[in-house]
């Protein structure tokens, strides 16, 4: 069994609405072995190495379903097994993960589609890589593959080695506490980097965390926080209760500073956190100076202080209020008469609550110098037996992270105790703040019973309030999330997702301008690049999900309109989780035969997507069958229908139930959009008026300009907003390159679109039809390479009979064909339908096809472009016979980028980065 090919799915997809990965796997001679026919053998050892297996229910939905699958009379593939050891392997790192699939492909036996839901990309690829390997070792010699493990090989120390990295990778106890804080909330969110940078929010509304730390933050205030002496001073002055002190660099220093003090004292680096380098209770200059040497490890600067007799508290402060209170216990053991304290040390480092630093919540006990320090005070080595319930302790600081306990005690603070922390955080000026208070009895006012503040913590951690060893679990992430998004204050931006075969650009670009015109500023995906509030921000074909979180993470943006291809969704699924509108515009010819998709329905299944994650409307082309289909599948709460036949049955039923539809309808002045919605008709406007229809003539605009009129007016943009914005709107190559794009400046028209499937070819031969020409009608054609021979040929029998003379292309990259095979194919193809030879004309290159087809045009001819390289192509069209050369052009130009076609695309890397003469730009991302 071996995986041919991976896809990351990052979001939606047609497997499942949340992240999964889908591997292709090839059982090979393993199609013939299911469970049932490896038996015991194989099942017993599966589940003795993943006990957690007993639990999956697969099919039967409940516990022991799966193993009943196992063991049936057919049994289960191995494809199906390798799903859910990939799943348990996740969940026994701590991954809360349980959807998985697991499917033959038609007409490829012994081939299946493996689902898996994933937490992190890494671990869940690296459970599957593991899962494959768990099962080749378990198979019989006989069928074993070359390359299965080998004899010696170990489970158990592969499974924790796999632990370890998963929980490296892992957010700690404090930022996976506000993220889980914010799902509750429904704030999306976005991990920034591989520790604990995140994005809670979206564009304009986003914040930051780093661990606790958040965006709101102030520097000053945690610069104060991280100097011990500052902030001693300053609580000081404030007269709150903190310890004498002072700041020494010296270990003679430090002795004198002690005695002028008065013993016992506490040594510290000045900027230590996590209780490292900091010694307790000592009593001796001798102490003082094994002190000065730990505490020098960690900066040359030390704190001497008084100390201060009493247990160590940590209170949470957030936002001015007291959110938790937590006792800290020292890392320490408990004796029962019989074993070595280096045994007991043991038994409670068996807890599984304890791991190393702070991937659990609690911390495993170490041996090291300030262990071996406090034993040597009692006259203990790690090899004595302590008495029964005599309590030794292997640190003298309470911190989590190095081995300490905590039992929560909010609902006993004394309230003096409560203000003097809101105080103190707020003398420092931090919005989240840890103060460490040591004091006999925290249900007592320190005025009465003593105690002090011995250090005031920026960024502190919540393990100890979440998940408390004794007492009451706390929810201190909620009022952090609480502060960073108020009441009623929003975190999410309004996202239009756009998809279709034909349209998707313009209807994108349509709606990015009207809504800039209406005051938002936009982040834009589309075929052209990433645009934000107008201004190109990284260009090429970006209709991916790396391209749409780029709009997300943008802090300007406050509305985002995403074109999304059938490529980026195939590829790595959607790069948003959910949507406010989405729009099909049309599903035909395009692609197919590429990527598994061999259908219309397949691709109608893909382009679904979108619409099944809108959840406030959805809007549909009611004249395409495969459009109407998807309504069955979304959860939106309206559902808009665009129909250009003012008679469709189904739409008229729809309104008449108050359903909304925009609907182009004839009137006495041409054709007028019109919207429908709960009972009510509202005109919107002629089309005649809409600059990118032509005066009307461009119907494939018309109802691009009727689905951004459903997206903006579903997105509660005014109706004079859309009317301006339709009105301001034109198809010229700054507004919309390479759709329809017309040039007038000649003595001959010429239009360039970027038209690469028969459908969209239709379309401008039909906008052709409806111009006057004085003298000839040329049309440029070709048709991409990597189409199939059926499309290509389509697109030339479509073109055909429309036009005076053929001049057929090939595009720069032939993606796999020969030379000249796309335009010879094509002008076959247009002679097949009675095409004199003699009146077409075969030339594969495209600047040359170009020049060509402009030299020869008249006074009064009509040329029609469909161009590859759009950019090029059009400084060639506005620079004939301007005294521009065609190498002139050329030089100043974007040559077109083909990306490869494969699976096992990087996660972080959805774009190709391509270096050439003139630096370093990124090309496009794969799309439509």
Known sequence: MKIESTNVFVGPSTFARFPVIRHILDLGELEEWPTSRLGEAFIAPLLDDLPGLHEHGCSYREAGGFVRRLREDEGTWLGHVMEHVAIELQNVAGSDVTYGRTRSIDGRPGFYNMVFQYKDATVGCEASALAL????????????????PPVDWNFPEQRDRFI???QRREFGPSTASLVKAAEARGIPWLRLNQYSLVQFGQGRYQQRIQATTTGLTSNIAVELAGDKEETNGILRDLGLPVPKQAMVRQKREAVRVANRIGFPVVLKPLSGNHGRGVSINLNSNAEVEAAFDKASEHGRQVIVESYIDGFDHRL???????????KRVPGHVVGDGKNTIRALVDKVNEDPR?????????????????????LAKLGYTPETVPAEGEEVFLRSTANLSTGGTAIDVTDVIHPDNREMAIRTIKAIGLDIGGVDFLTKDIAESYRDAGG??????????FRMHVAPSEGTSRDVAGPVIDMLFPPDSPSRIPIAAVTGTNGKTTTSRMLAHILKMSGHTVGLTSTDGVYIDGKLSVPGDMTGPVSAQMILRDPSVDAAVMETARGGMLRSGLGFQSCDVAACLNVTADHLGLRGIDTLEQLAEVKRVPIEIATHAAVLNADDPLCLQMADYTDAEKLSYVTMNPSHPLVKQHIKAGGQAFVLEQGMNGHLITIYDNHAHTPLLWTHLIPATVEGRALHNVQNAMFAAALAYNMHVSLDDIRQGLRTFDSSYFQAPGRMNIYNEHPFRVILDYAHNPAAVKAMCGLVDRFEAAGRKIIVLSAPGDRRDEDIRDIATIAAGHFDYYICRCDDSRRGRDEKEVAIMQKNALMATGIREDRIEVIPDEQAATQHALEIAEKGDLILIFGDNIKRTWKQIIYFNSGETAASSKENSTPAVDLPEFDGFDLDSDVEIISDERGVRIAREEGD
Do not use: M, W, Y
Not at 356 to 374: I, N, P, S
């Open 354 to 374: 304890r791991g190393v630093g702070h991937e659990k919540v609690l911390t495993r006990l170490e041996f090291d110098h300030q262990a071996e320090r406090l």
């Open 452 to 461: 002090g503040i011995c250090e005031v913590n920026a960024g502190p951690g």
């Open 164 to 166: 370890r990295f998963a």
């Open 133 to 148: 390997q768990l099962i080749h070792s378990l198979l019989p010699a006989e069928i074993k593959p070359k390359d299965a």
């Open 316 to 326: 949470l402060i957030v936002n001015g209020r007291l959110v938790a209170a937590a």
